[in-house]
């Protein structure tokens, strides 16, 4: 069912390659006489909306109870299409770590596989408090790395920290989950 919070959460997956073309081709810009600074600008700004839309769809979907189970695959695979195509836009034009994007990616591969057998299993896993911190520290990482903002590196590990760790209390609960199973 396509609903508003859903159409959000699809927004945000056809803004993802945009931005992501965005990064690797600033000289769209250059060449037409502006400042690179210009791309950071919009692609920034084509960031951050498409990052409302993740607090917008789940908002509206929780306060008009439009829940859905297209929804609950739409919002994180939404997410993680943009969070990853800034981060691998970004390692590719050499202002991200390769290693603090492999990380992330591993864990992000390796905790989708972890829900669909959790899903499989009839388990229920809900989200942390830590992913969504997680989540926050990506976006605020992959903001300060698109202006070439000071200190965008080190919030980029930090951010790496806060994936592993969640990954780790995700991983935790899903052991959990198994367990109370088993009884």
Do not use: C
Request: aromatic residues 14%; proline residues 2%.
């Amino acid at each position: 069912m396509l609903n508003l919070p859903n159409a959000l959460a699809s927004l945000r997956i056809l803004l993802a390659p945009l931005m992501f073309w965005m990064i690797l081709n600033s000289e769209l810009f250059t060449n037409n006489g502006f400042h690179i600074s210009w791309n950071y600008y919009f692609t920034s700004l084509l960031f951050v909306l498409a990052s409302a839309t993740d607090f917008f769809d789940g908002f509206i979907a929780r306060q008009w109870n439009q829940m859905t189970m297209l929804g609950a695959i739409l919002d994180p695979l939404a997410d993680k299409m943009l969070t990853l195509a800034a981060f691998l836009g970004l390692m590719m034009i050499g202002e991200a770590s390769a290693w603090a994007i492999y990380i992330i990616v591993v864990r992000e591969l390796f905790i989708t596989g972890l829900r669909t057998v959790a899903v499989s299993e009839g388990l229920e896993v809900k989200a942390s408090w830590a992913g969504k911190v997680k989540t926050v520290a990506q976006m605020i990482a992959i903001g300060f790395l698109l202006m070439h903002w000071q200190f965008g590196a080190e919030l980029l590990w930090f951010a790496v920290a806060l994936t592993v760790y969640s990954g780790l209390e995700y991983l935790w609960g899903f052991k959990n989950a198994l367990l109370r199973e088993s009884k």
